[in-house]
């Protein structure tokens, strides 16, 4: 080849794809990144609105990362296209909502439809051989090379000398003996490298990037299906099942309370778009009510509101009820705190 050979690496913003792509720049490979942005991102979301998150850095990652390699970082929105992944993977689920095989495949697809676009010749990611138990294990490591149409024109720096030669080995445009042969869970050879290399600040790994992975998300997300009777999902609803207590005390409507103050300032810009309520006699939170309500159960919803609020102790709690242009104001006794079913709490 004339000129330097091009690569794309899936960039995450974790250590593993971020020492992918130095291994590549260590040997003359012209490196580009890529991020698929899904909706899903724990990062650069909840850490910049919840005070018990404050000492977290408040920084995009992949971003991060690109600056610190030197690279230059495509960020692509996926949204629409991803949903089918989520609402319907043809490998399955992991242990939560997150359907890890069919996402690599997805993302190695797309990265390779962007490197037949723009001139580049094979891909990197950070994949380690039994790191995940559903995406990287030795057997899938194939499923999603073929799956993804990337064949041997994707390469895994970290664990590619316990994988059959690829495209880039077999050209010579990279060097197999300065590849790695890592496997398992263990993240010691990682971190030695990044030590090695100078890398003291990075993202901690452990499925932490997804909600998807995510127990408590997921079962939010499962119960916003079965309320609406169908699979699917807008983006300001996922970004909502991020914040907030949910509670669902009717099948008919949910309600989304704020637990601190920059959840309820997060909120307020979807007061527009539902029925919200707030406490006007003591202090409280900023309450949306998702559904379609009756009378009777705004007013149990008004008492729930008030039983988060300062007032939760008083004999009578006064609640602004605002249902588009309408706003009326009621009195109700707090619900008791012992007397809400589990089977409310999402």
């Given at each position: 080849m004339q000129e330097n050979p091009k690569?794309?690496?899936?960039?995450?913003?974790?250590?593993?794809?971020?020492?992918?792509a130095k291994i590549m720049q260590q040997q003359g490979v012209h490196v580009e990144g890529i991020n698929f942005y899904t909706?899903?991102?724990?990062?650069?979301?909840?850490?910049?609105?919840?005070?018990?998150?404050?000492?977290?850095?408040?920084?995009?990652?992949?971003?991060?990362v690109a600056e610190q390699l030197g690279i230059k970082l495509h960020i692509i929105?996926?949204?629409e296209e991803y949903k089918r992944v989520v609402i319907n993977p043809q490998h399955g689920y992991g242990a939560n909502l997150n359907p890890c095989l069919d996402c690599k495949i997805f993302?190695?697809?797309?990265?390779?439809?962007?490197?037949?676009?723009?001139?580049?010749?094979?891909?990197?990611?950070g994949e380690v051989i039994g790191q995940r138990p559903m995406s990287q294990r030795k057997d899938t490591m194939p499923v999603?090379?073929?799956?993804?149409?990337?064949?041997?024109?994707?390469?895994?720096?970290?664990?590619?000398?316990?994988?059959?030669?690829?495209?880039?080995e077999r050209e010579g445009w990279v060097d197999r003996d300065r590849l790695y042969d890592f496997s398992g869970r263990s993240r010691k050879p990682q971190i030695a490298m990044a030590k090695e290399l100078g890398i003291e600040d990075y993202a901690?790994?452990?499925?932490?990037?997804?909600?998807?992975?995510?127990?408590?998300?997921?079962?939010?997300?499962?119960?916003?299906?079965?309320?609406?009777?169908?699979?699917?999902?807008?983006?300001?609803?996922?970004?909502?099942?991020k914040i907030g207590r949910h509670i669902r005390p009717r099948p008919n409507f949910k309600m989304i309370i704020a637990r601190e103050e920059g959840e309820s300032r997060f909120l307020q810009g979807y007061k527009k778009s539902?029925?919200?309520?707030?406490?006007?006699?003591?202090?409280?939170?900023?309450?949306?009510?998702?559904?379609?309500?009756?009378?009777?159960?705004?007013?149990?919803?008004?008492?729930?509101?008030?039983?988060?609020?300062?007032?939760?102790d008083a004999e009578q709690v006064e609640v602004s009820i605002v249902r588009e242009k309408n706003r009326e104001q009621v009195s109700v006794t707090p619900f008791p705190a012992h007397e809400i079913p589990k089977e409310w709490l999402v």
């Amino acid at each position: 080849m004339q000129e330097n050979p091009k690569a794309v690496a899936l960039i995450s913003g974790g250590l593993d794809s971020m020492l992918a792509a130095k291994i590549m720049q260590q040997q003359g490979v012209h490196v580009e990144g890529i991020n698929f942005y899904t909706g899903f991102c724990v990062e650069g979301h909840t850490h910049a609105i919840r005070k018990k998150d404050k000492a977290k850095p408040k920084r995009n990652n992949a971003l991060w990362v690109a600056e610190q390699l030197g690279i230059k970082l495509h960020i692509i929105d996926i949204i629409e296209e991803y949903k089918r992944v989520v609402i319907n993977p043809q490998h399955g689920y992991g242990a939560n909502l997150n359907p890890c095989l069919d996402c690599k495949i997805f993302m190695v697809g797309k990265a390779r439809e962007w490197i037949a676009e723009n001139g580049f010749d094979f891909i990197v990611t950070g994949e380690v051989i039994g790191q995940r138990p559903m995406s990287q294990r030795k057997d899938t490591m194939p499923v999603i090379a073929r799956e993804s149409g990337a064949d041997d024109r994707l390469l895994r720096p970290l664990c590619a000398r316990n994988l059959p030669p690829t495209l880039p080995e077999r050209e010579g445009w990279v060097d197999r003996d300065r590849l790695y042969d890592f496997s398992g869970r263990s993240r010691k050879p990682q971190i030695a490298m990044a030590k090695e290399l100078g890398i003291e600040d990075y993202a901690q790994p452990a499925g932490g990037c997804c909600f998807l992975t995510d127990q408590n998300y997921s079962r939010k997300l499962t119960d916003l299906w079965q309320a609406r009777g169908e699979r699917d999902y807008e983006l300001d609803d996922i970004m909502l099942l991020k914040i907030g207590r949910h509670i669902r005390p009717r099948p008919n409507f949910k309600m989304i309370i704020a637990r601190e103050e920059g959840e309820s300032r997060f909120l307020q810009g979807y007061k527009k778009s539902f029925i919200h309520m707030l406490p006007v006699s003591h202090r409280g939170p900023l309450v949306l009510i998702d559904g379609d309500p009756g009378e009777q159960d705004l007013l149990l919803a008004a008492r729930l509101t008030a039983r988060y609020s300062q007032g939760r102790d008083a004999e009578q709690v006064e609640v602004s009820i605002v249902r588009e242009k309408n706003r009326e104001q009621v009195s109700v006794t707090p619900f008791p705190a012992h007397e809400i079913p589990k089977e409310w709490l999402v």
